[in-house]
């Protein structure tokens, strides 16, 4: 705070300069293509109208990252109204603006994205007939896996400000709590001398590619067995992929 004082006045002026050399030199930074689309579509109605003709349904994914801005140029892209200069006024015309987002998933703060532009642009849609679809089956995860994350997370979205938290939505699970079980293995390996990082990862591969050898052959569960298994129990080459933390020791792998 001490500091601002001092500083504000320097950095205000540093940016008008910037704003003027780049207008002289005819060069936009990203943030200026935004700001300036959006002045010229709300002083523009021939502007607008035109784009609108040319662009009549708009789709936007990841909408929980759109900023004030971006939201802007959006209602005049759709707005009903061409002449109306204030955007939060603007109602889109029908079936014109189809969003993809989750509230949740709002983590550009920094940049002015935030749950209420999102509120307000669904809103906006919802008054004109639209519908909100919530999208909430996990076709992932194990179903106990969804218990839990529920349990875990329902107290922390209650307990924060409505205003700048979005509405918990818990998960239906679609697959049963054990009906990837037979998948999920581990392979341990005992303790190595000095910890040798390439021992230890000869050893782990080697472990690997015998399980693999094993499934191959079917002499493994590795897709379960009997009346309720989904895949034959054998498995094939494709199933397998091997992620690694590090480069360093590919080649024993």
């Known amino acids: 705070q001490y500091v601002y004082q001092y500083v504000a006045d320097f950095v205000d002026d540093a940016v008008v300069s910037y704003a003027m050399l780049r207008r002289q030199s005819g060069r936009l930074t990203f943030q200026d293509l935004l700001e300036w689309t959006a002045l010229v579509l709300r002083d523009s ?4 109208a035109y784009f609108q003709d040319k662009y009549r349904c ?13 939201a802007e140029t959006l209602m005049y892209l759709t707005g009903e109204d061409v002449e109306e200069k204030d955007w939060r006024k603007l109602q889109p015309k029908k079936g014109s603006l189809f969003l993809v987002g989750d509230g949740k998933q709002s983590i550009y703060r920094f ?9 307000l642009v669904t809103e906006k849609i919802v008054e004109t007939d639209g519908e909100v679809v ?8 194990l179903g106990h896996l969804c218990d839990w994350v529920n349990a875990a997370f329902e107290p ?7 205003k700048y938290q979005a509405d918990f939505g818990p998960l239906f699970k679609f697959k049963a709590d054990g009906a990837d079980d037979p998948s999920v293995r581990k392979l ?8 040798s990082r390439g021992e230890i990862a000869k050893m782990d591969a080697e472990r690997i590619g015998d ?7 079917g002499e493994t569960e590795f897709n379960g067995s009997g009346e309720d298994a989904v895949l034959p129990p054998v498995a094939l080459p494709g199933d397998f992929l ?8 590919l080649s024993h792998y």
Do not use: C, M, W
């Open 111 to 119: 940049r002015r994205a935030d749950v209420e532009t999102f509120r």
């Open 211 to 217: 399980f693999i050898a094993a499934a191959l052959k």
């Open 242 to 249: 091997v992620l690694t933390r590090t480069a360093g020791y």
């Open 58 to 70: 708009l789709f936007v994914d990841e909408f929980q990252d759109t900023d004030p801005i971006q």
């Open 188 to 195: 341990p390996i005992g303790k190595v001398y000095r910890h």
């Open 134 to 141: 919530q999208l909430n089956t996990s076709f992932r995860s």
């Open 45 to 48: 109605a021939e502007v607008r």
């Open 156 to 162: 922390l979205f209650a307990a924060d400000d409505k």
